[in-house]
C-alpha cells in the first residue's frame, strides 16, 4: 500500500496570504488528523475528519479551517498568513479513527515558509 | 486537556550506551500510548504502542516500553544504542475521545 502522501513538500508565501495544503491517506483509511510541527513545541494537533465530517478540533484560531473529501483526501487552508504560522504541517490517517485501537501513519509533510 | 511530557530535550550517548527516555501524561482515564521516531529528513515512523495487556511492549528496532499506571508514564528504553538511533522521539497519547497528544520530543544523538 502506498503510504500517506502530502502536496506540497515545501511551500513559500508572504504575510497575509493564503494556503491550502493537500493529503491523501493511505487506501482504505478514512480518518484524516492534521499537526503543526515546530521546534520546541513539537506536535500540536490541528483537527481531524472522519467521513467527510470534522470530528475534533485543536486549540488554533479560525484562520485555520480543513475539508474532507468523498474518497478521504483532506485539505487544510490558512488564511491571512502570518510569520508565526511557519512550521512543518503533518497529515496522519488511521483506518477507522474513534473507539478503536487505531495507529495513525504519517505523512512526510509540507515545511511551509512565511516570509 | 491532556498533556504529555518529555523531561530530556536533548540527549546525547555513546554507541553501546543504555537509553531510557521519559514521557508522563496527565489524562487519569484509558489512554493507548505510542512513541514515533523521526530520523534525520525522514518522516514521523511508530516506533511502539500500547493499547492494553502486558504493560511491557516491544516495538522495532530493539526499542520497548513499559507503562504504569500509577506513575502515568511511559519511558522508552534500549540497552545498547546504536548510531543509526540518532533521531528525534515523540511520546504520544491518544484519549477516549481519539485525540491524540504529542510531546515535545526528544533529540537524541549517538556518537559513534
Known amino acids: ?115 | 486537556a491532556q498533556s504529555v511530557s518529555q523531561h530530556n530535550h536533548h540527549v546525547i550517548l555513546s554507541e553501546a550506551a543504555s537509553l531510557e527516555l521519559g514521557c508522563n501524561y496527565s489524562y487519569g482515564g484509558t489512554v493507548n500510548l505510542f512513541w514515533y521516531v523521526q530520523y534525520p529528513g525522514q518522516h514521523l515512523q511508530l516506533l511502539l504502542k500500547y493499547f492494553s495487556g502486558d504493560p511491557l511492549v516491544k516495538g522495532i528496532k530493539g526499542f520497548e516500553a513499559e507503562f504504569i499506571k500509577s506513575k502515568f508514564s511511559f519511558n522508552l528504553r534500549k540497552p545498547s544504542v546504536q548510531w543509526s538511533d540518532t533521531a528525534e522521539y515523540f511520546c504520544a497519547v491518544r484519549d477516549t475521545g481519539n485525540q491524540f497528544y504529542f510531546g515535545t520530543g526528544t533529540s537524541l544523538t549517538v556518537i559513534p
Not at chain 1, 500517506?4 to 482504505?28: A, D, F, W
Not at chain 1, 487552508?77 to 497529515?91: F, I, Q
Open chain 1, 1 to 115: 500500500k502506498a503510504g500517506v502522501t502530502q502536496t506540497p513538500r515545501y511551500l513559500i508565501k508572504t504575510r497575509g496570504q493564503q494556503v491550502t495544503l493537500s493529503c491523501s491517506p493511505i487506501s482504505g483509511h478514512r480518518s484524516v488528523s492534521w499537526y503543526q510541527q515546530t521546534p520546541g513545541q513539537g506536535l500540536q494537533f490541528l483537527f481531524e475528519y472522519f467521513s467527510e465530517t470534522q470530528r475534533n478540533k485543536g486549540n488554533f484560531p479560525g484562520r485555520f479551517s480543513g475539508r474532507q473529501f468523498s474518497n478521504s483526501r483532506s485539505e487544510m487552508n490558512v488564511s491571512t498568513l502570518e510569520l508565526g504560522d511557519s512550521a512543518l504541517y503533518l497529515c496522519a490517517s488511521s483506518s477507522r479513527g474513534q473507539g478503536a485501537q487505531e495507529t495513525q501513519y504519517f505523512g512526510p509533510g509540507t515545511r511551509l515558509l512565511v516570509l
